[in-house]
């Protein structure tokens, strides 16, 4: 059985230790920051296997060279981004096997929020970086709308069982957005009041389901009519298709953050 730990980095960071009950082996996704991932394996006596790298910012690579280095470890990532910690380049297909923890995951190319972001699936969970965020997506710093969209219609195909795990909780300010894209939509109206519980509480919100991201991520939505008649009102004419609305409500969240 996989299980998934958090380790918090930064202020809304999420690097994930992917391990197994029972096994000490760990695959770290997104080390930001050596020195929280170090402190959680010295205190659970975890064997750092791999580091899984979605992209290259530095607030999810920062800390792959010093792991690397201090475990002996391989590092992935994607083949289409310059990571100098990268010793494994992965695209579209290829597969990670972790053999400590017993555990295999594919690859997916999903571009947008950097040119060369990719995405690890296996065991139901989906390691999406700074793509498909619980409520919303990533900016898009170097790809077009359109290849972001792409991206999240592969993930959108997936189970609705998948376990999301991004790298950041945005969650509740994602929610909000959703909801003034979406006023009259329910789940949205409970999912942001149960985000908000959770971190008054002090817990995460992240991961999330498949099928939860799909009846409240405005961003996997622009083919549901009310959202698409809201973003519509934003761009003040009609809208070409499920890219220009996916595009407009990314213009409209962005115009608003
Ligand atoms: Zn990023
Ligand atoms: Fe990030």
Known sequence: MMEVHPVHAFDDNYIWLIGCQDNPHVAIVDPGDEEPVIARIERDCLRPEAILITHHHADHTGGAAALARRYGIPVYGPANERIAAVSHPLGEG??????????????LDTPGHTRGHICYLGQHALFCGDTLFAGGCGRLFEGTPEQM???????????????????????VANLIFALVAEPQNRDIQQRLEQARVLRSE????????????????????????????????????????????????????????
């Open 149 to 171: 969209y792409h991206s999240l219609e592969k993930i959108r195909a997936l189970d609705g069982d998948t376990r999301l795990y991004c790298a950041h909780e945005y969650t």
């Open 202 to 257: 002090g817990r995460d919100t992240v991961p999330s389901s498949l099928a939860e991201e799909k009846r409240t991520n405005p961003f996997l939505r622009s083919h549901v009519p009310a959202l698409i008649q809201a973003a519509e009102r934003f761009a003040g004419h009609p809208l070409d298709g499920p890219v220009e609305v996916f595009a407009t409500v990314r213009r409209w969240k962005d115009s608003l953050d």
């Open 94 to 107: 290829d597969t990670v096997e972790l053999s400590g923890c017993g555990l295999r995951f594919s690859v």
